[in-house]
């Protein structure tokens, strides 16, 4: 039964409508996958003699077992945010007479053969074989620490099935457990509690008593029949349908009756993103990625290196932007004929678009202002990358736009979500965050680290005292293209 079931998801695959249209998309994948995988296997093969070299006197299996929940938190965080639950279309196999435990037992090991469980066997076994090829310790008991840790890492593939099911459509409630998990990081950190310490100790315990290792693979067990009882109690086409009862979301956002005649078009585009998950999910995603120079500007690394700090203050001023607006039109897919048959001037559709993203770039620079702590050079930069964001990137992002073909479904998660992704949102990223930091280091090279930022600031003045001209220019671009927008927003495929 699972060779005939395997059998039909393959034809499946391979005779959907998206296969050729996402096959550019694909090949992107498997090149990373290649990439992804190369890494791991040259980590897991290199991590004991690193260990041995940085860390000399350490025993490089304790000192290993020491961050296996570190790993294992950020296995679940990554996993939940790009891992896809298994899937299948149970409808014509309802009418069959398969049992339900054959299609849950199928769909949930079809699972184990997942990437991102894969990657981490690239580390495990060839640190395990190491230690053997060095024999500090036994071969069985080697051997037992490896099913362990294989044992931890399928419990973690079921258990972001579980989290991912009761989490996905209420991101909110999550953040007492992410909350949670932050303060044990910081009493780890500060070592007032080290959870990672005393989870290490336990792993070692699997050293001198190897019948321990049978302790994770109980864990996966219980995951495993977990999953397995929940997907067979939603084994029914109307699971999915329960009465819900929630309070009627009136939001008009009357305050932007201020701006005249593109007061409709900014209602329609704030409800949209108000009432719908995957652009709120853009609002979140920016919040959060105001952190990002946090990685950068403490680094020593990058001090020498004012060109990369460019691309820093135009992805943190810019991310809504980028988020936002290189999915224009297709966030008005659903109706978009509707918009195209209506009196609607282009021009004004697309300077509302334009104003609300210029909206969210000032609002970002203001909210990055607290890295003036790592300088005034900081700051500056990134005041002057919202500019050059508001007066060059927004009319590129645009005119980008008009090259989207595909529809987007406005209430799926965006988490490993391609839906709307084409040649036109890889493409555009290029001359979004490329330019602006190669036209900076050209000048501060040549002339100084002041006419690079003046350069910018006066392109982004420029472009602002064209924006005009250019965003009629960009309507007639869309109005030639409409039919073809159209077309392709009618495809239900991704």
Do not use: H
Request: with cysteine.
């Amino acid at each position: 039964m699972f060779k005939r079931l395997f059998s039909l998801e393959w034809k499946s695959f391979f005779r959907s409508a998206s296969v050729g249209r996402s096959l550019g998309l694909k090949i992107l994948m498997g090149f990373l996958g290649l990439y992804f995988t190369t890494a791991f296997l040259f980590f897991g093969i290199g991590l004991y003699p690193l260990i041995v070299e940085y860390f000399p006197g350490e025993e490089p299996l304790f000192l290993v077992n020491r961050f296996v929940l570190v790993w294992l938190i950020l296995e679940l965080a990554y996993r939940f945010l790009l891992q896809n639950l298994p899937i299948m279309d149970i409808k014509p196999l309802m009418l069959l007479p398969i049992k339900k435990r054959k299609v849950v037992d199928f769909v949930l090991l079809k699972s184990l053969y997942s990437f991102f469980n894969f990657l981490p066997l690239l580390i495990i076994i060839p640190f395990g074989v190491y230690n053997i090829y060095k024999q500090t310790f036994n071969t069985e008991v080697i051997i037992a620490w490896m099913i362990a840790m294989i044992g931890l890492t399928l419990s973690i593939n079921y258990a972001n099935f579980l989290i991912k099911k009761t989490f996905t459509d209420n991101i909110k409630a999550l953040i007492p457990v992410v909350g949670g998990i932050a303060v044990i990081g910081i009493l780890d950190y500060f070592k007032i509690f080290e959870s990672s310490v005393w989870f290490g100790k336990g792993l070692n315990e699997i050293l001198n008593y190897p019948l321990l290792a049978i302790i994770p693979v109980l864990l996966f067990i219980v995951f495993y029949i977990w999953n397995q009882k929940d997907l067979e109690n939603k084994f029914y086409l109307d699971s999915t349908l329960k009465e819900e009862v929630k309070d009627a979301n009136t939001k008009e956002f009357l305050w932007t009756k201020r701006f005249g005649d593109l007061a409709p078009y900014l209602q329609q585009d704030l409800k949209l993103i108000w009432r719908n998950k995957r652009p709120k999910t853009t609002i979140y995603l920016s919040i959060l990625f105001l952190a990002y120079g946090l990685i950068f500007y403490p680094n020593e690394t990058y001090q020498d290196m004012p060109a990369f700090f460019v691309f820093v203050g135009i992805f943190i001023t810019g991310i809504f932007m980028i988020n936002f607006g290189q999915f224009i039109p297709a966030w008005d897919s659903g109706y978009f004929p509707l918009i195209m048959v209506q009196n609607i001037p282009l021009k004004q559709y697309l300077t509302a678009k334009a104003g609300l993203i210029t909206f969210s770039v000032v609002v970002l620079a203001m909210l990055s202002t607290p890295y003036l702590y790592f300088g005034w050079k900081i700051l500056l930069m990134n005041m002057v990358c919202a500019v050059y964001n508001i007066g060059i990137n927004i009319p590129i992002i645009l005119y980008a736009g008009s090259f989207n073909r595909k529809r987007i479904d406005l209430d799926k998660s965006p988490f490993m979500n391609y839906q709307g992704i084409g040649a036109a949102q890889w493409i555009v990223g290029l001359p979004l965050l490329l330019i602006p930091v190669l036209i900076f280091w050209g000048f501060y090279k040549i002339i100084s680290f002041e006419s690079g930022i003046t350069v910018l600031f006066v392109m982004g003045i420029v472009g602002l005292f064209f924006r005009n001209r250019a965003i009629s220019f960009i309507a007639q671009r869309y109005k030639r293209q409409k039919y073809a927008m159209i077309e392709g927003f009618k495809q239900s495929g991704e």
